[in-house]
T-cell receptor, first 109, second 117 residues
């Protein structure tokens, strides 16, 4: 079945450093979604990418969807302690989503 | 802000007991998803409904788990009998889909933190 893989599993950065997480699918995706889960919280929808090669920005967060629509990335510029949490990508399979394992980001002040 | 409401927030019970978790989706949403989250397995889809009809429960252990939507405002997930390996956080999420294959953003509840002793 379809698999969605994320790397790295963990990332520890100093505040102010950049951070990137990568998402790869075993199949071509019609779209991809990104979620953030704060420690002790629930996943919160961040964004959906639909078009091949699409790039979207939300303040310091930049999301990209690959040309082949099989991979995606989330880049955070100049991390802050408020960025701490686990970032998930999710790809559709029929009417449901297949979530990656997530990348847990910790930020040292 | 509209939100998905889950009860209880926490549940501790002994092995063999029945556990019922409830979810009130966002008003107007027509899809409901049940997930289980553990450190080892991550976020696993257990079951989901569209317009109250169960569409996929392949992720759910059939012998002890059951999921229902008695009406549009309530979804339930039951475990009977419960086992220690069921200890996890159970999330409900809802969304609004136009058809069977569209994937709209999912809105998650705060989860039920379940511990089976």
């Amino acid at each position: 079945g379809q698999q969605v893989m994320q790397i790295p599993q963990y990332q520890h950065v100093q505040e102010g450093e950049d951070f990137t997480t990568y998402c790869n699918s075993s199949t071509t995706l019609s779209n991809i979604q990104w979620y953030k889960q704060r420690p002790g919280g629930h996943p919160v929808f961040l964004i959906q990418l639909v078009k091949s090669g699409e790039v979207k920005k939300q303040k310091r967060l930049t999301f990209q969807f690959g040309e082949a629509k099989k991979n995606s990335s989330l880049h955070i510029t100049a991390t802050q302690t408020t960025d701490v949490g686990t970032y998930f990508c999710a790809g559709p399979q029929g009417g449901k989503l297949i979530f990656g394992q997530g990348t847990e980001l910790s930020v040292k002040p | 802000d509209a939100r998905v409401t889950q009860t209880p927030r926490h549940k501790v019970t002994e092995m063999g007991q029945e556990v019922t978790m409830r979810c009130q989706p966002i008003l107007g949403h027509n899809t409901v998803f049940w997930y289980r989250q553990t450190m080892m397995q991550g976020l696993e889809l257990l079951a989901y409904f569209r317009n109250r009809a169960p569409l996929d429960d392949s992720g759910m252990p059939k012998d002890r788990f059951s999921a229902e939507m008695p009406d549009a405002t309530l979804a339930t997930l039951k475990i009977q009998p419960s086992e220690p390996r069921d200890s996890a956080v159970y999330f409900c999420a809802s969304g609004l889909s136009q058809d069977l294959y569209s994937n709209q953003p999912q809105h998650f509840g705060d989860g039920t933190r379940l511990s089976i002793l």
